[in-house]
Nanobody, 124 residues
Framework: QVQLVESGGGLVQPGESLRLSCGAS????????IGWFRRPPGKAREGVSC????????KYADSVKGRFTISRDNARNAVYLQMNKLKPEDTAVYYC?????????????????WGQGTQVTVAA
């Protein structure tokens, strides 16, 4: 079973950027659609973005459209989430997860393997 590991989180000021990475061990990520989800403090988990196994399909939550970009490098066995123009409301623990294998990715389950999460804090 694939094991996912997120990295790249940190503390930044509003307007700054971060790039999150999702790596894997035990399997090749190019077999999977991958999603990024986040859990803001005191709130429910929410879908952020997803990408199909080929990279040909991507989706974004309305709250991050135009600011976040998901991509993948199957040769490096990694999926990335470039986050620009960060806002305080982007503060959350960010997780990557394997998603159902569909031609178009979807931010819905059934979910496969989750990573342990990486903390993103946006504050002045």
């Amino acid at each position: 079973q694939v094991q996912l590991v997120e990295s790249g989180g940190g503390l930044v000021q509003p307007g700054e950027s971060l790039r999150l990475s999702c790596g894997a061990s035990g399997s090749k990520l190019d077999n999977y659609n991958i999603g990024w989800f986040r859990r803001p403090p005191g709130k429910a988990r929410e879908g952020v973005s997803c990408i199909s196994s080929s990279g040909g399909s991507t989706k974004y939550a309305d709250s991050v459209k135009g600011r976040f970009t998901i991509s993948r490098d199957n040769a490096r066995n990694a999926v990335y989430l470039q986050m620009n123009k960060l806002k305080p409301e982007d503060t959350a623990v960010y997780y990557c997860v394997t998603l159902p294998f569909l031609e178009e990715c979807a931010l819905s389950g059934p979910f496969g393997s989750w990573g342990q999460g990486t903390q993103v804090t946006v504050a002045a």
